[in-house]
C-alpha cells in the first residue's frame, strides 16, 4: 500500500452507513479516510458520536490532529474537505486519486469520480499526511 487514496480505492463499492468504520459493509465519508488511514499505517482519532450534518469545525479538528494543512494542487493521498449547501460549512470529505477523489454520499457507495465542477468549486481544504507535505 503507497498512498491513502491506493488503501481508499480498495473500498470502492462499499455503501453508505452513518457512522460507518466496515469497509465491505459500510462507510460514510469520514469513515472513508479514518479506514484508509489506518489502512496504511496513521495514527488518526476516530470520532464517531456525530449527527449527518456535523459541527461545522469537527472535520476541521479532526484533520489537524493527523494531517497538515497544504495549498496548491492537490496530489493523491490528500484528504479534501469539501463546503457543502455554503462556503464555511465543511461537512463532507474525501480523498485526492490519480483520476479525481474517492468518496462516499447518502444513498450512493464509495466511488471514485473526476474532482471538476462543482466538486472542485466546493474545496475548502486540502490536508496531507505529516511527512508527506
Request: charged fraction near 25%.
Amino acid at each position: 500500500m503507497k498512498t491513502l487514496a491506493d488503501a481508499a480505492l480498495r473500498f470502492r463499492g462499499t455503501p453508505f452507513r452513518h457512522q460507518g468504520r466496515r469497509p465491505g459493509l459500510g462507510l460514510d465519508c469520514a469513515g472513508v479516510v479514518v479506514c484508509a488511514a489506518k489502512v496504511v499505517g496513521i495514527d488518526v482519532e476516530d470520532v464517531r458520536s456525530y449527527r449527518r450534518c456535523p459541527h461545522r469545525a469537527l472535520l476541521r479538528k479532526y484533520m489537524d490532529r493527523a494531517f497538515v494543512r497544504v495549498t496548491g494542487e492537490t496530489q493523491p493521498g490528500d484528504v479534501l474537505l469539501f463546503w457543502m449547501h455554503r462556503p464555511g460549512l465543511e461537512i463532507h470529505c474525501g480523498i485526492a486519486s490519480p483520476h479525481g477523489f474517492v468518496h462516499v454520499e447518502d444513498n450512493k457507495r464509495v466511488q471514485e469520480i473526476p474532482l471538476s465542477g462543482r466538486w472542485r468549486n466546493q474545496i475548502a481544504e486540502v490536508y496531507r499526511a505529516r511527512g508527506d507535505s
